[in-house]
């Protein structure tokens, strides 16, 4: 970025189902390419290249995306004020740029977050999933047992090697802090399960929530998903599960005086392929 451009911070939210996820394929719909192609639009620009802080896999949604774009700081002060309202006449139903604002010196919607924050909902209703939600919860065939999840949750907090939770790309570490799994039931069929981690690697979610699961409804101990943690493999054992239960719900930054420094320190520790790729 130049002295004639300027970072603007994008909020976004979108319902995944009907996008092969965050990042820009050649003929596939993706929330990057719709993304770009209406703000290159609302903004009078030949192009507009999108930075975000997750990128999202085909099926899964967000309600806490953060993207950057580095704009001609003349563009932004002549069309900024009415870019929200321009966007949503122009955007589909299925994606929505909830705030759009100049960004602080030293954001990079990337390596500057402190955590990223998903949610996983899960029924396990005899019936199925309430058709009202079937765009966004997965349907588990047999009764799960919060707490067994949970026990086997606490084995997995912490930094570790995720190879065994993980889809490997070449050169990319999957070391991870996990800072948060934990399971609740929010009503008589309805569970919500909160990860959280410094940043997430290929599957790691949806490989998570399938070791959980199977400990939940009794097919595995409750130690099971840390012995496979501790063997250091992809495991074939573990399920990945559906998309439709996940979803982005928040991306958490330092304050403004410090988001050059975690930045330059994520980007020196693991800037690789990986980092900030999630399910």
């Known amino acids: 970025m130049d002295e004639t451009t300027v970072r603007v911070r994008l909020d976004v939210a979108y319902d995944g189902t009907d996008f092969s996820g965050w990042a820009a394929q050649p003929g596939r719909r993706t929330v990057q390419g719709e993304l770009e192609a209406a703000l290159a639009r609302v903004l009078r620009l030949p192009e507009v290249s999108l930075t975000c ?3 999202t896999d085909a099926g899964v949604h967000a309600r806490g995306q953060v993207a950057q774009a580095d704009i001609p700081a003349r563009t932004w002060e002549s069309e900024g004020e009415r870019v929200l309202r321009r966007l949503a006449g122009v955007l ?7 705030a759009a604002r100049l960004a602080p010196p030293g954001f990079d919607a990337r390596f500057s977050p402190l955590f990223r924050r998903y949610l996983y909902r ?5 019936y199925g999933v309430d058709p009202l939600l079937r765009r966004d919860v997965l349907w588990h065939r ?8 949970n026990a086997a949750a606490e084995r997995l907090v912490g930094e570790h090697d995720f190879a065994a939770f993980c889809k490997r790309r070449e050169g990319a ?21 909160t990860i959280q981690a ?16 199977a400990v939940g409804d009794g097919r595995r101990d409750a130690d099971w998903p840390g012995k496979v943690l501790g ?7 573990v399920h990945v599960v559906g998309p439709q239960g996940l979803s982005l719900e928040e991306v958490r930054y330092p ?11 994520t980007r020196r520790v693991r800037e690789l392929p990986c980092r900030g790729h999630s399910d």
């Open 53 to 55: 802080a997750g990128r």
């Open 92 to 98: 589909p139903k299925d994606v929505r740029v909830r």
């Open 122 to 126: 899960v029924s396990d209703a005899p």
């Open 142 to 149: 047999s009764p799960l047992d919060v707490d067994r999840m």
């Open 173 to 193: 570490t999957t070391i991870r802090e996990l800072l948060r799994l934990e399971w609740t039931r929010v009503d008589e069929h309805l569970l919500h399960g």
């Open 198 to 213: 410094d940043a997430f690697c290929h599957n790691m979610v949806r490989a998570l929530v399938g070791a959980l699961l």
């Open 231 to 237: 063997a250091g493999t992809r495991d074939s054992s």
């Open 255 to 265: 304050a403004d005086e410090e988001l050059a420094v975690r930045a330059s320190a």
